[in-house]
């Protein structure tokens, strides 16, 4: 028996030590590669590997760092080894040790030099996955499953994950918040199945900038500070350049953006651009180049300011965002360049939850748990990507390939297309449609999208349409299923564009066209036609400008559409404050010489100001379209010395780079209010070109700053949020005791206005940073308002529970927490509340409160009266099978309900 005992104990030491050290690999290079655990004791961190699982003769120490946190004790060890010394591209088979406990064997595979492939047949390929996020579901660690299955399956039962996948490449959100619970139980712990083989390299989600420890325990955990590219380094974790082989990983931070980060962006493209062994680059952000779910809640500096740049570079061929847990494709109008959402497995993001808009560079978004396997092929130029998915919480799925896209080099463009109407600048009228020759190529690749550009003239500087359209669009639920995506072009021939009767003027119209295969490929533009639309309803005169603001001297372009046509129609530039007549001239102004729609140009302004550009008709000084102001000036920068500040402390704003024009003044507004409809909390007049302006006294809450101009509301520059305090929003709700079928109706004030701002509910006593919540329920990011939490987020259970709002995705609480209680719908009912078909429910209940009625049968009236037969309330033409009747009225004491449906019922109600 003793010996039976020491048995039992020896095979469960065993196999509690192989399975308590679980390798994590990182920031793997051609000759070296880092290895992490976690362990609750014991700094000895050891490293033993060799060429074979039986030869494990080399020996790597390193360190392990100690870390404190909530539920941490200073017992979390976390394990740094560097193996370095490797050989290129070279399989090494590797196990951990600490005391006692030794790891399993595993493997990994250097990286292969620069412009290199990573596998015999000269591939190179890599995972892409992002929002992990969830602790307490089986969601990520599923994801990871697939995939390890995927890989399998694709080359070989038998082989290691690193014989075919050089690395994972993880887009953010890879915990909830940054605690040491989230990185040991929901990023290390659900990724395991390949931590341990495929060395991963992530990126700052705005998830990790969350929690007790926040940045700081990413940056414990990761080993991001090495990463560099032909010398260029960032100087910070937050934001790095690595190669793999032929391929060059630009990976941004979303989350911190700024100068600096540009600056290095364009350090890093202007190397790989000159870099012979780079083939493809791929940039990284968390935050979104595009997305039709929860809209606006995209990356703008990557959208606006970054991508312009990376596009630059012929090399560039894909972006990768995350943030919204779905997968969306698209790519680029004018450039072969793709962008993804990666489709996170956290928190349900599905069809009719939030704002959405269909977008022409989004061919595809598909609400499921999806990840990517991207296959490069060294030698041939090619560029494959595969989008996996397991499906939603409606339904799983093994491992469906959902999309695919590519892009090969040196495939010919599709051949120039003709518009095949016989319009020779004839007249026509709508509707009409617009046809194209058919596509054709001498490539193997299928039409993927086309665009019609009418203009007004035959340079197309002034558009009339561009119509742009892919072959699919994958937008919006097939009916109700939310995990679904519709084609809404399905049946729809993408070569033929139809105007509708009056959707454009009279006048006179240029029309072109072109076809883009599915490899990016745009064909030559075909030859211009034209046509003349006549018997049109719609007109639609207007000038519009190429920017709204100008630096002094920097040339004014004006466009001119549906104008009158007289040959002295004129378009004319004046200081605001002027009004245009003989006493007033302007100060430059040009005929449109008899065009009806056209361009001018007229030599820059020397004074600082504020203009605006107008269009009057034949000479006279009548002015037929609604001005368009602009401004002169340098372009004027605002910040704050902090993000947040603490109740009552002042808040120092200071600015650079301004006009200094007479009453020039900056203002401080509540988040939500809009600058001429409502005051500004506080604002002060501004008499030089730089200063600083100290603002005392603002009350706990959400604002933002900018600088206006001439005491109106014109601005330059961009608003610059700040904080005041820490609990601002202020929460409640409809009632403090509910039953299990009744929706909870909450209200807010001064919330922070972010899109993803959100209800949480929670049982009482439980931590949102630590405990799973019950619900959660976004609220479009409004500053104020109320919402009904919809039944499927109620809690199901009787108990006591809480609801608070947290911002942008985060467990930030910013509101207080307010309490209530779930209570079962048939406690309480007496003799009489079940009478066959009725139900009154709760009863006894305190006066004031609701009495809820369901019925089998549609209800036409009820009836309530005391004991003595008064009557004290008839609620008539009901015809409905649920009402309710709040009792503030009726004092305490018994009553009868006539309840009359398909008979009457008679229950009796204790108030109390």
Known sequence: MKKFYFLLVLLSSLFLKAQTLNPYLQAATPTSIYVNWKTDGNTESIVEYGSSPESLTTTATGNASVFSDTGYPANYYYHTVKVDGLEPNTKY??????????????????????????????????????????????????????????????WGLLAD?????????????????????HYENVHFKKNKALSGYLPIQTLVGNHETYGTLAMQAYYDHYVLDEMSYQGISSGTENYYANQVGNILFIALDTEHTGLQQLTWVNQVLAAANNDETVDWIISLGHRPYQAEQYIGDISQWVRNTVMPVLVTSPKHILHVGAHHHLYHRGQLKNTPTYQIISGGVAWDQYWGMAAEANYEDVQKTISNWMYQIVDVDVNNGTFDVESYSIGSVYQWKDNELMDEFHHYKGLPAPAKPEIVNDFDGGDVELPLTIESSPYTTTSEELLNSTQFMIGKNAEFEILEKDVYRDFEDLYGPVGTQVDTSANVMEGVDITKLTIAENEIPNGQYFVKVRHRDRNLSWSEWSEVKSFNVTNSSFANTLIQLDTIAYNVNEPISVSFSDTPGNGTDWVGLYKVGQTPGSASPSLAWQYTNGQTSGNITFNGLSQVGRYYA???????????????????GPFVTVDTDQN??????????????????????????????????????????????????????????????QYFLEDGYDTVGQKVFFQVGSQITQLAINNTIYNLNENIIATWTDAPGIIKDWLGIYHEGDEPNVDPLVSYTYFDGQPEGSKIIPDENMPTTPGEYFIVIFTDDSYNEVSNRVTFQILDDTAGLDEFSSQNAVMVYPNPVKAGEKTYIKCKYPIDQIDVFDMTGNLFYTSENINDYNFSLINQSLPTGVYILKIHSNKVYNVKVIVN
């Open 93 to 154: 088979y590797y196990r951990v040790k600490t005391g006692a406990l030794t790891s399993d064997v595993y493997s990994f595979r250097t990286m292969p030099l620069a412009g290199q492939a990573a596998t015999a047949d000269g591939h190179l390929r890599f995972l892409i996955m992002g929002d992990n996020q969830m602790r307490n579901v089986p969601r990520f660690d599923s994801l990871v499953s697939a995939a390890k299955r995927k890989i399998a399956q694709k």
């Open 161 to 181: 994950p690193s014989d075919n996948i050089a690395l994972t490449v993880m887009v953010g959100d890879q915990v909830d918040v940054g605690t040491l619970d």
């Open 614 to 632: 107008t269009l009057m008709e034949n000479d006279t000084y009548n002015e037929i379209v609604e001005r368009k102001y602009f401004y002169v």
């Open 644 to 705: 947040v500040y603490e109740s009552g402390n002042p808040v120092t704003v200071t600015f650079a780079n301004g006009p200094a024009l007479t009453n020039d003044w900056i203002g401080i507004y509540k988040v939500g209010h809009t600058p001429g409809s409502i005051n500004s909390t506080q604002w002060e007049y501004v008499y030089a070109a730089e200063g600083e302006l100290t603002f005392e006294g603002l009350a706990d809450g959400y604002y933002f700053v």
